[in-house]
């Protein structure tokens, strides 16, 4: 059986309202979602992708914020998303310094955990979206794919620009598929892209309540 696609969306800026530079989102109410970012996750949902946050959080680490209040963000996060039918299936936190840890975007930590407790994700089935090149390089690095939200013209690696959720998603299920063959660039391996299909069911790491952050980062509550 082909192993399951994953979805792996960064939080500020791709899910919620980015906060200003070297600042970060400190309490559940400092948290908003951007203009469609709920839909676009449901429509992953439903699509059979598993959804994995994966996001740097160095407030933690220069003390500007604990772990408990970035667990009350992602309470926050998931009541949200959970409001407007969406789910993520699993959260991945850096709350480390730059150059002290390997799950710092751009490096591939988060992903590779993503993956150890969820052996059926194939990341050259999977995709990161994100609004900074250092998504784009740490999915390259775990290999998947890449769409970058960024204006059009934005210099990138990523295999795709999208202006914001919502495009990406409509992207990611609709490119490489009869629905969109003329979708330029498109080869045929390309062509299962945006299948959809169901979970297989009662998959221990997928269906159910999101799993536990990195072993170090724990940020969800297990409950
Ligand atoms: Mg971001
Ligand atoms: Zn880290």
Not at 87 to 104: F, I, P, T, W
Request: hydrophobic share 40%; glycine share 10%.
């Amino acid at each position: 059986m082909d192993g399951l696609r994953a979805a792996f969306l960064d939080r500020d800026g791709t899910l919620n309202v980015k906060p200003p530079p070297g600042r970060y989102v400190t309490t559940p109410d400092g948290l908003a979602l951007l203009p469609g970012a709920a839909a676009a996750v449901a429509r992953l949902n439903q699509a059979g992708w598993v959804t994995v946050l994966v996001t740097n959080q160095r407030g933690v680490a220069r003390g500007l914020m604990t772990e408990a209040a970035l667990r009350a963000v992602h309470r926050r996060l998931l009541a949200l998303l959970a409001a407007e039918g969406a789910r993520l299936d699993a959260l991945y936190s850096c709350v480390h310094q730059k150059e002290s840890c390997g799950c710092r975007k751009p490096l591939p930590g988060l992903f590779l955990k993503a993956v150890a407790d969820n052996p059926a994700i194939d990341l050259s089935r999977s995709v990161v979206i994100g609004d900074e090149e250092t998504d784009v390089l740490a999915g390259k690095a775990a290999g998947t794919r890449a769409v970058r939200l960024a204006p059009p013209g934005t210099p990138s690696t990523a295999d795709h620009l999208a202006t914001n959720l919502p495009e990406a998603v409509n992207w990611l299920l609709t490119a490489g598929t009869a629905r969109s063959p003329s979708y330029p660039g498109v080869r045929g391996d390309d062509v299962r892209l945006g299948e959809e299909r169901n979970l297989p069911a009662g998959h221990p790491n997928v269906s159910g309540e999101p799993q536990d952050l990195c072993s170090a980062d724990r940020l969800m509550d297990s409950s």
